[in-house]
């Protein structure tokens, strides 16, 4: 496995065999230039969540409960209401002076699609205090 000799004589066949090393080192460097920069690929975004209180939020006698079923039934300050007139009702209680805020109560297993239509909904008609109601003292599943 010599690669030369001090001998002249022998036979002068080519060497077919691949050296390994230089092969090796060049594996070990780039593995040690992965490990470092690994921890430098990972994006962590920080978010800053509210804290959760047990205190009751007091709110203006002037507000509107908008309740919203699992089945999509609506129900404004306690009586049904229809898609249709809840844009119109939206409307005169944004004219109002001063404008009431409004409570979107929701089922635990409402779709978001029917939540984003209410918040579509209030935003056109000018609602600009839209607030998300809950119980606290309810056990998630």
């Known amino acids: 496995m010599a690669f030369g000799s001090f001998t002249q004589g022998g036979p002068k066949s080519p ?4 050296n390994m090393v230089p092969l090796i080192d060049v594996m070990l460097v780039l593995l040690v230039i992965f490990i470092v920069a690994a921890p430098l690929l990972t994006h962590a975004v920080k978010v800053d969540l509210p804290r959760v209180s047990s205190e009751p939020n007091q709110t203006r006698p002037d507000n509107i ?3 919203l079923r699992a089945t999509g039934e609506l129900y404004w300050n306690g009586e049904p209401v229809e898609r249709a007139a809840l844009a119109e009702r939206m409307r005169t209680a944004a004219g109002a002076n001063p404008q009431p805020e409004l409570h979107i109560r929701a089922d635990r297993t409402t ?11 209030a935003a ?10 809950s119980d606290p003292h309810e056990q998630a599943p």
């Open 124 to 133: 056109r008609a000018g609602l600009d205090k839209v607030g998300f109601v």
């Open 15 to 18: 060497n077919a065999e691949i």
């Open 111 to 121: 779709e978001y699609r029917h939540v984003a239509e209410i918040l579509g909904h």
């Open 65 to 67: 409960q908008l309740a």
